[in-house]
């Protein structure tokens, strides 16, 4: 069972069930977004982020990895409603993986959310005066090659 090569495959699920807009606005890995100006990014679209496995677990069944995961939603800030509406899709993401299993997967961990300036590229839009920010879930899957 391959699971680096299709980490980003195994986590588009949960982002198009609990944030269908992106399925058509776009859902990028990491490194896709660093080739695409920021001005030329779509509205409502999803960003998927692995970072290092930094954990290994080996047993008998196999070898299985802890993988950070951050799903960044981006969305319009224009009036008090939107800004609580790109909030509630933090919901909309706890309420799917709490109640949903990931295929090849399994959530060991919600790590955090963050919003506002808690983001480094929202100071960056901020500053550019742009009416769009992102919202962030982190949490940690369990991804194991059997």
Not at 72 to 78: K, N, T, V
Not at 122 to 129: P, Q, V
Request: proline residues 4%; negative net charge.
């Amino acid at each position: 069972m391959a699971i680096f090569s299709n980490i980003y495959d195994i986590l588009r699920a949960p982002v198009g069930a609990a944030w269908p807009e992106c399925l058509t606005a776009g859902i990028f890995e990491a490194e896709d977004l660093e080739t695409i100006p920021w001005d030329q990014l779509p509205v409502n679209y999803a960003a998927i982020v692995c970072s290092a496995a930094d954990k290994v677990v080996a047993s008998t069944a196999g070898i299985a990895f802890n993988i950070p995961v951050r799903f960044l939603f981006m969305g319009e800030i224009g009036t008090s409603a939107k800004r609580r509406a790109l909030r509630q899709h933090l919901d909309d993401m706890l309420d799917y993986l709490d109640t949903h299993a990931v295929p090849n997967a399994q959530v060991v961990s919600y790590d955090g959310v963050a919003w506002g300036n808690q983001i480094e590229a929202n100071r960056l839009l901020e500053g550019k005066s742009s009416q769009h920010r992102l919202v962030e879930f982190r949490c940690t899957v369990l991804v194991g090659y059997c």
